[in-house]
């Protein structure tokens, strides 16, 4: 007797397909980051690049994790 209409659900593999694209901008971004930082604040070890591409790993990861469990949610309603 549910009256209402069932919702469609996202497509995951459109999600699937998109998670690598998002990785490869945050990444990029930060890593680009830490390149005109080393530029701007002369720097001999190239620190800013390697700890803001370090950090936009980390993020794509938490990013990635994060996405994957609300698809395995969405799955197992």
């Known amino acids: 007797m549910d009256n209402q209409p069932k919702r469609k659900a996202p497509n995951k593999w459109l999600?699937?397909?998109?998670?690598?694209?998002?990785?490869?901008?945050?990444?990029?971004?930060?890593?680009?980051?830490?390149?005109?930082?080393?530029?701007?604040?002369?720097?001999?070890?190239?620190?800013?690049?390697?700890?803001?591409?370090?950090?936009?790993?980390?993020?794509a990861f938490y990013n990635l994790n994060r996405q994957l469990k609300e698809i395995n949610k969405s799955d197992n309603q």
Not at 30 to 42: H, N, P, Q, T, V
């Open 15 to 59: 999600a699937l397909i998109n998670i690598p694209v998002q990785m490869g901008v945050i990444v990029f971004l930060f890593a680009y980051l830490g390149r005109w930082l080393d530029e701007k604040y002369s720097n001999p070890h190239n620190i800013y690049v390697k700890i803001l591409t370090l950090s936009g790993v980390a993020i």
